[in-house]
């Protein structure tokens, strides 16, 4: 269902946004203060997220039985390829015992989130509009 694609969408753009602030925040490890006890929740969210992305987008439309299916199917390959690269440097970040702000900027300069990030901003227009969904219903 475009719905549950979308949520998907919204929870890992919520975890960029955190990021830009976290990132701002000069912290040298995750803990001690509020944002840094976040991190990792946000950051796990948006993992599980990713799992499984680009197969609920193929879901979402499959669903719209739209025209020249192939297309879009092309475009689904992209955003395979990016959210698993961007699942491997979310999962990176995961796994070291503290997480600095200076690592989330390294994390937030990813070509490979960016590009995500792109995606998820073309599809989720695509999806929102061919399903009628309106934007504040999509999270």
Request: net charge negative.
């Amino acid at each position: 269902m475009a719905i549950e694609f979308l949520e998907r969408c919204d929870v890992i753009e919520e975890c960029y946004e955190f990021m830009l602030a976290y990132a701002g925040q000069g912290l040298p490890t995750d803990e001690g203060s509020q944002a840094g006890s976040q991190i990792r929740g946000y950051l796990q969210r948006a993992a599980d997220s990713l799992t499984g992305l680009a197969q609920s987008c193929t879901v979402a439309l499959t669903e719209q039985r739209l025209e020249a299916a192939q297309r879009y199917q092309a475009f689904v390959s992209v955003l395979y390829r990016d959210a698993q690269d961007s699942l491997a440097a979310v999962e990176l970040v995961l796994a070291q015992p503290t997480i600095s702000s200076q690592l989330i900027d390294n994390l937030n300069a990813s070509i490979h989130l960016r590009a995500l990030l792109t995606d998820l901003f073309l599809i989720g227009e695509v999806l929102r509009v061919r399903s009628g969904v309106p934007v504040e219903s999509a999270g």
